[in-house]
Each structure stands twice: as structure tokens, then as C-alpha cells.
């Protein structure tokens, strides 16, 4: 098995097991402040037809779906999309499709969609230029092309993915701003706009119950954020802090806006 392939079987292994924690954790989320910045921040339009690319279980896609025309959520995870149809049906969203397929090979023709989405996924990525490169040949001229992400600050970024690797397999390297800010050079993208925000802070319990680490166990993840929250160094990457007895844990994200020339 190549690589890349090995890859693509890790994150399949993953996330089929993260399906339901996951979706129950980004489910929490729906329909709140972080995704209705995100909607005014990409200047959804009533006549955009959306590709969201790594849906996962569609959170996203379906908080975008009633500011615009049509949502198709793509994702490699086949348990991912079972549950994005379950919160399709629970949302009652009629505007919004799912598809099984791969971010490096999109099935869809060269400017098939006004808006291109990815969020939370790049972290994935084994070449996320090849992968920004296909986001790019779908959108359409004057269209925009969106990603958000966990961007760890350039000290923190090694520590940072060494600990996601840990707690998630298939974490291979979470972009800096600055890594994010380049993904269009020599694409046909303008320069990005760059909008910072730290994500909501989260109990690490929550993170916790959505992690299947193969390397050690969720106690041995628990006690080194215990540790660093003690430490107050922030050494991991994760602003873990020691709230009473909870530790909590927040990301500084980046969501960067491309347009198509
Ligand atoms: C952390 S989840 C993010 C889900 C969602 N976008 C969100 O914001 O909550 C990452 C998703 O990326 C998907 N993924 C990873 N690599 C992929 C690839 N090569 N092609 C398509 N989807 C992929 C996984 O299956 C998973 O559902």
C-alpha cells in the first residue's frame, strides 16, 4: 500500500470511529456564533452553489445551507456522511447533498461552484497543495474559495502536532498562518484575506471522548495535558488551562478567503 494510500485507510479507521463523539461534539456547535461569522465572512449569497469539502458530519454545511442555493458536502469517511444525513433529516435542510470521494481527486468538473469550503481538515492533509489545487480547479471565476483551520503559532506548531498525532493518527501537520497564507502561490487565486479568531473553549473530557489514539492511552493523553496545564507553559500547544478540576483547551484558528481569477 502506497503511502498516500495508507493514509487514506488511517483516516477512514479514524474518523469511522469518531463518527458519532464527533458529530455530537460539532453538533453542540451548530447554528452558533463561529459558523455564522464564517457565513458572513465568506459573503455567502442567496445564488451560491457550495462545495463543502471534508463535510465530516456536515455541521458546516448544513449552518451554510439556508444563506445559499445549494450545499454539496463531500468527505472520504462513509460514517461521517451517515451522519450528516441523520442531521440532515433532523435539521430538516433540503437544500444540501452528500457525496463519498477524495479532496486530491474531486468528481466534479472544473468551475462547478460559486463557493469552495474546507474547515477543520487541512490538519489531514498529506500535500494540502495538492489538495488546495483541486479546491481551486472547482471554483468558477470570481468565486471564492474558503479555508479554516487550527493554525498553531510557528514555536508551537512541532509540539502541536506531535501531541495531535498522538491523540489522532491521522493528524499529520497543522498549518501556521503564514503556511495557510501561501497555499494559493502560483494558483490562479488572488492574496487571501486572513481572519483570526481562537475556536470555542472546549473541555478537554469532550476532545477526550472523541479520541482513539493507537499509540497510548486516553489516560496518558489526560495526565500530560494535566501536566502542561499545571506547568502554565502552554509547552503543548493547546492553552490548556486547569479550570477548578476541568482542564479546558483552546485553538487559534485562521479562516482564509481566496478569490478565483
Ligand atoms: C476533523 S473532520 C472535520 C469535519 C468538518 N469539516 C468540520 O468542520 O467539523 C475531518 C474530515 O476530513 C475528512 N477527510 C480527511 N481526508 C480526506 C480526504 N483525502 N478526502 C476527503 N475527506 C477527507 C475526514 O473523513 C473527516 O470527516
Redesign the pocket.
Known amino acids: 500500500m502506497s503511502d498516500e494510500n495508507g493514509h ?1 485507510s488511517q ?2 479507521g479514524q ?1 469511522t470511529q469518531q463518527a458519532e463523539s ?1 458529530a455530537r461534539l ?1 453538533g453542540s456547535m451548530a447554528g452558533g456564533e463561529g459558523q455564522a461569522v464564517f457565513s458572513v465572512l465568506v459573503q455567502a449569497r442567496p445564488g451560491d452553489v457550495v462545495l ?6 456536515g ?2 454545511a448544513l449552518d451554510m445551507a439556508p444563506y445559499v442555493a445549494h450545499v454539496t458536502g ?4 462513509p460514517a ?1 456522511l451517515d451522519q450528516a444525513r441523520a442531521a440532515q433529516v433532523k435539521r430538516g435542510v433540503d437544500n444540501v447533498a452528500w457525496r463519498e ?4 481527486a474531486l468528481p466534479f468538473a472544473d468551475g462547478a461552484f460559486s463557493l469552495v469550503m ?4 487541512f490538519h ?2 498529506t500535500n494540502p497543495r495538492a ?1 488546495f489545487a483541486e479546491l481551486v480547479r472547482v471554483c468558477r471565476p470570481g468565486g471564492r474559495i474558503a479555508l479554516r483551520d487550527v493554525t498553531p503559532e510557528a514555536d508551537k506548531s512541532a509540539a502541536y502536532d506531535r501531541m495531535e498525532i498522538l491523540r489522532d493518527p ?1 493528524h499529520t501537520h497543522a498549518l501556521t498562518r503564514a503556511e495557510m497564507a501561501a497555499l494559493g502561490e502560483g494558483l490562479p487565486v488572488g492574496a487571501p484575506a486572513l481572519h483570526a479568531s481562537v475556536a470555542a473553549d472546549l473541555p478537554l473530557e469532550a476532545i477526550l471522548a472523541a479520541s482513539f489514539p493507537e499509540a497510548c492511552s486516553i489516560a496518558e493523553l489526560r495526565a500530560m495535558f494535566h501536566e502542561d496545564a499545571r506547568s502554565g507553559e502552554d509547552r503543548l500547544g493547546f492553552k490548556a488551562r486547569l479550570i477548578g478540576e476541568e482542564i479546558r483547551v483552546s485553538y487559534r484558528q485562521t479562516t482564509a478567503i481566496w478569490v478565483k481569477q
Open positions: 487514506k483516516v477512514i474518523f464527533y460539532t463543502d469539502v471534508c463535510c465530516g458530519p455541521t458546516m463531500l468527505d472520504l469517511t461521517m470521494g477524495d479532496v486530491y474546507s474547515t477543520a481538515a489531514h492533509m489538495a491521522s
